[in-house]
């Protein structure tokens, strides 16, 4: 709890923020976030829709085989 209220007071001290965002980390962070967004949205147009739902239906078929393996563990270490 002491760390959330050291945060928030670092947080909301305007002058600190003000030469965080003034430094050459945080300003190329910046960059390097806004480049990789518009690389991305221009590769997202590019992509195949079939290949979209295929990945996705494996994504799914995945996170169904995972949470059907936790429940398995679960009722195996109740056991």
Same mark, same amino acid.
Not at 64 to 73: R, S, Y
């Given at each position: @709890?002491?760390?959330?209220?050291?945060?928030?007071?670092?947080?909301? !001290? &305007?002058?600190?923020?003000? #030469?965080?965002? &003034?430094?050459? *980390?945080?300003?190329?962070?910046?960059?390097?976030?806004?480049? @990789?967004?518009? #690389?991305?949205?221009?590769?997202?147009?590019?992509?195949? *829709?079939?290949?979209? !739902?295929?990945? @996705?239906?494996?994504?799914?078929?995945?996170?169904? !085989? @995972? +949470?059907?393996?936790? &429940?398995?563990?679960? +009722?195996?270490?109740? #056991?």
């Amino acid at each position: @709890m002491p760390l959330r209220t050291l945060f928030r007071y670092l947080a909301n !001290n &305007e002058r600190l923020v003000q #030469k965080l965002a &003034e430094s050459y *980390p945080v300003r190329r962070a910046a960059q390097l976030a806004v480049a @990789m967004f518009y #690389k991305g949205k221009d590769k997202l147009a590019d992509v195949d *829709p079939v290949k979209v !739902n295929s990945l @996705m239906s494996f994504f799914k078929r995945f996170s169904q !085989n @995972m +949470k059907e393996g936790i &429940e398995d563990a679960k +009722k195996q270490l109740k #056991k």
